[in-house]
C-alpha cells in the first residue's frame, strides 16, 4: 500500500524557516515526480513545487528564491525547505507522486497520482 507520510509543519513567525519532509512507502519512488502542493482556507489546492527523478524543480512563482525543494531517492524522501516565510504562505501542504519518469513539470493536482495527509504550516505576521 502506497503511503505519503508528512511532517514538520508548524507555527512561525513571518521571516522565519520551516522544512517539510515526506516520506514515501510501498513501492520505489526513486524514479517518479514528487511534488509539494498547498491549500489555504477557502481557496483551491495549488502547486508549490515539484521535482524530477533526476532532481530538475519546478516551482510557484512567488516561491521561487524562498523554497527550495530537494530529495534523497535513497531514503525514498522529499523535502521542501522554506524561507523568508509569509503570512500568505499559511496553508496544509500535501506531498503528491506521479508514477512517471517524464522530466516534464507536473503541476496540476489531477496529475498527481498518491497524496499524504497534509500537514499545516501557520505563518504569524
Known amino acids: 500500500q502506497v503511503q505519503l507520510v508528512e511532517s514538520g509543519g508548524g507555527l512561525v513567525q513571518a521571516g522565519g524557516s520551516l522544512r517539510l519532509s515526506c516520506a514515501a512507502s510501498?513501492?520505489?519512488?526513486?524514479?517518479?515526480?514528487m511534488g509539494w502542493f498547498r491549500q489555504a482556507p477557502g481557496k483551491e489546492r495549488e502547486f508549490v513545487a515539484s521535482?524530477?527523478?533526476?532532481?530538475?524543480?519546478n516551482y510557484l512563482d512567488s516561491v521561487k528564491g524562498r523554497f527550495t525543494i530537494s530529495r534523497l531517492n535513497d531514503k525514498d524522501t522529499v523535502y521542501l525547505q522554506m524561507t523568508g516565510l509569509k503570512p500568505e504562505d499559511t496553508a496544509v501542504y500535501y506531498c503528491?507522486?506521479?508514477?512517471?519518469?517524464?522530466?516534464?513539470?507536473?503541476?496540476?493536482?489531477?496529475?498527481?497520482?498518491?497524496w499524504g495527509q497534509g500537514t499545516q504550516v501557520t505563518v504569524s505576521s
Open positions: 503528491a507522486t506521479k508514477t512517471s519518469r517524464t522530466l516534464v513539470p507536473i503541476t496540476r493536482t489531477v496529475e498527481y497520482d498518491y
Open positions: 510501498g513501492r520505489t519512488f526513486s524514479n517518479y515526480i
Open positions: 521535482i524530477s527523478w533526476s532532481g530538475l524543480a
